[in-house]
């Protein structure tokens, strides 16, 4: 391999890496604004020069091929006079409104200002003034003076969203990025532009002005829209979620994520229709019980139907520890054989970017983990039909509003003698059941799930039950996390009286056998790995941050 | 063992104790003449000088605009925590406003960094020091206790502004 000379350092480089490309595969930053991993070079912001011996001038980082023998300084006095001069160039059209910008704090250019500026301006005369608070799209709003026209937005659109919507107008001082005429920033990936903005020119209008950066935690997780399991950072602040932004993850989502996923897949967590607290049906009224209590009334409910009578729904929005407790409490303790769960296709909802036509994140994970009917056992669709024949008279529902999914089963589960349902939120769903469980919601527990390329991935817990403790359970703490107590307001957080599935239902089995003994998700996970031998060879250290593919997928190639 | 003397024995106009006394009372007399330093509280208001930091108000301009824009600064580097600000939008040219300002009295330690911070010289320490409350909760103070004309603060901001 050949290698160049970096500071005094020695790097490799593979042929056709530029210099900034190689320093970034070894963990150094050259300082950027226009450069981005995964978007072309376009090499105009010019903060990355840096001097090459034996050349005559200056180079960028960005755009100059590494070759053999060269040798780079990025801290030599030239490079050093040079980035200070640029940063002064940028920073004169610059408002200085960090105080009201949304982007202080995770902002670019204010971290280079400090590092690398001098901290003094020369420019007396009248800023540039620009456009401020356009709407250009949906969900982005642009700030023209804020702008310093590095063009990764324009970028990102053409070549990764694929649908060119942003341009420049205007020259010198005077450029700014408009839209197409005609056309707004609605690509089904726009939001990704303000993650990508180095300054606070684009930001997300659902998250404007809801909190400062370094009042949140962030909590590594996977994105539950779609099959893709895009990598996500959940923001959370005092116990509730307000952003999630997209982690690199080159196997399955690069930098990015869509919309829909962003915006939709985490208001359920903080919306007041959370149930909280076990709720049992009498008098056609549900009343709020304790966990034991509904425990015993839920199993002795069960087990006054033979196995024929019984049916188990999961559901592919569960984890897979969850999943494979409900396929062995069906199976060992109930005997069931009818056990499905539904598929949420939405058909020719895809692309080959990253949307997925399954609208869940385990549908693979789900099967895998034994959901599926025995051999003499009835699929979903049929056990709906048998619910509606009157042949099944009692239902376990897991994490799943079959309402919302088919309006017409509103009648079929009035038919029921029995309906137990796991639910977050209440839905049409809940109102026709006996017995709910609150279920804790995806980002208020450990666990995993199988994407379409089955890869396996970890979510983990950002927000907190009422049995948790944030320090206690290692959970993603910000300052307010660490100092607050219950007579701050800010303190003084919602937590819902929720669980896992695998707790709840463990907590079913147990009232008559006591064998369901985990403590964690973990525990299920590793008996989950003695089990079934796909997921051979796992554990939740070996699937880390980024995941990691399941044996039987590692050659399939899917992008 | 020699017996401890005492380094100096009292004379007897000290053992006698009159001189002293009168002497006391002379000084007592005298100052009976002299200004005084004390003042009737609560009839008669301390006035502190404009170095004091009382408890941190937020100023509110002429026209009525807060001058606060919720950038978090003073939240931020509070030591104590007793700030909580949340932003909200406006269609001012400044876009941010404090949608909420809540100083919880009890953790305030009156340090000034947050008027110290403050960019928009917007959160200034005042001259109030008269702070009592029966509960915790009447010790948040909200907006409408926190937004003070920013006339009343005009001994302050010159203060600042001599020592920037």
Redesign the interface.
Do not use: D, F, Q, T
């Given at each position: 391999m050949s290698s160049f000379i970096l500071d005094g350092k020695q790097i490799e480089f593979k042929q056709g890496q530029t210099i900034i490309q190689a320093a970034a595969d070894h963990g150094i930053d050259i300082p950027h604004f226009c450069w981005h991993p995964s978007l072309s070079i376009s090499g105009n912001c010019r903060v990355c020069l840096v001097e090459v011996e034996r050349m005559p001038k200056l180079v960028i980082a960005c755009s100059t091929l590494a070759a053999e023998g060269m040798v780079v300084h990025t801290n030599s006095e030239k490079t050093l006079a040079a980035r200070n001069a640029v940063m002064e160039f940028i920073l004169i059209n610059h408002p200085l409104d960090c105080p009201i910008c949304d982007e202080a704090g995770e902002c670019k250019l204010q971290d280079y200002a400090y590092q690398h500026s001098v901290g003094e301006s020369r420019f007396t005369e009248e800023k540039m003034h620009k456009d401020k608070r356009v709407e250009l799209g949906p969900h982005v709003m642009f700030d023209g003076e804020r702008c310093i026209s590095c063009s990764r937005c324009i970028r990102f659109c053409d070549e990764i969203a694929g649908e060119p919507q942003l341009t420049f107008v205007q020259r010198g001082d005077r450029v700014t990025i408009v839209t197409y005429p005609g056309k707004e920033l609605d690509n089904p990936y726009s939001l990704n532009v303000t993650d990508i903005c180095p300054v606070g020119a684009l930001t997300n209008r659902d998250f404007r002005f809801k909190a400062r950066v370094w009042d949140m935690s962030s909590t590594k997780s996977v994105c539950s829209g779609c099959a893709r399991g895009c990598n996500t950072d959940i923001w959370v602040r005092s116990n509730e979620i307000l952003r999630l932004t997209p982690r690199h993850n080159e196997e399955v989502n690069s930098y990015w994520m869509c919309d829909e996923g962003r915006l939709n897949t985490f208001k359920h967590v903080n919306s007041e229709s959370r149930v909280s607290g076990p709720q049992i049906k009498r008098d056609g009224k549900l009343n709020k019980s304790n966990w034991d209590e509904a425990y015993a009334a839920a199993f002795g409910e069960l087990k006054s139907y033979t196995k024929d009578e019984i049916a188990f729904i999961g559901s592919a929005a569960s984890t897979c520890e969850d999943n494979y407790i409900l396929a062995k409490f069906a199976k060992t303790v109930i005997g069931a054989k009818h056990i499905d769960f539904p598929r949420h296709i939405k058909a020719g909802d895809q692309d080959n970017i990253l949307i997925r036509e399954d609208k869940t994140p385990n549908a693979l994970g789900a099967e895998l983990a034994g959901i599926r009917p025995a051999a003499d056992g009835l699929t979903f669709h049929a056990i709906m039909k048998a619910v509606d024949e009157g042949r099944i008279k009692a239902l376990y529902v897991v994490e799943e509003d079959l309402v919302g999914l088919n309006p017409a089963y509103k009648e079929t589960l009035r038919k029921l003698e029995l309906l137990i349902v796991h639910a977050s939120n209440y839905n049409e769903t809940t109102e026709l059941a006996n017995i709910i469980f609150p279920a804790a919601t995806y980002a208020e527990k450990n666990g995993t799930w199988v994407n379409f390329q089955g890869r396996i991935q970890r979510i983990r817990p950002a927000v907190t039950t009422i049995e948790g403790d944030r320090s206690l359970d290692n959970l993603a703490m910000s300052r307010l996390d660490k100092f607050g107590t219950e007579f701050d307001r800010w303190g003084n957080v919602k937590k819902m009286d929720a669980r896992p599935v695998w707790k709840i239902i463990s907590g079913l089995a147990n009232t008559q056998s006591g064998k369901f003994r985990y403590s964690t998700s973990e525990d299920v996970f590793n008996e989950l790995v003695k089990s079934v031998p796909d997921f051979s060879g796992l554990d939740y250290d070996v699937i880390g941050e980024k995941g990691a593919a399941l044996k039987k997928f590692v050659n399939t190639k899917t992008v | 063992m020699a017996e401890k003397k005492r380094l100096k024995d009292l004379s007897f106009w000290q053992k006698i104790y009159i001189p002293e006394i009168i002497n006391g009372l002379g000084i007592t007399l005298s100052n009976m003449f002299k200004p005084s330093f004390t003042m009737e509280y609560p009839e008669v208001k301390f006035e502190p000088p404009a170095s004091y930091r009382g408890r941190p108000v937020l100023a509110l301009e002429e026209n009525g605009e807060e001058r606060c824009?919720?950038?978090?600064?003073c939240?931020?580097v509070c030591p104590a925590?007793a700030i909580?600000v949340q932003?909200?939008?406006t269609d001012r040219e400044?876009?941010?406003y404090p949608e909420k300002f809540?100083i919880?009295m009890?953790?305030c330690i009156f340090c000034g960094f947050c008027e110290e911070v403050c960019?928009?010289e917007a959160i200034i320490m005042s001259k109030d020091y008269e702070l009592a409350f029966t509960n915790?909760e009447d010790a948040?103070y909200g907006k409408e206790k926190l937004f003070v004309p920013v006339s009343q603060l005009q001994d302050r901001i010159q203060f600042l502004r001599e020592r920037k």
């Open positions: - | 824009v919720a950038c978090g600064l939240s931020r925590l909580e932003a909200g939008e400044k876009e941010r809540e919880n009890l953790r960019p928009e915790r948040i």
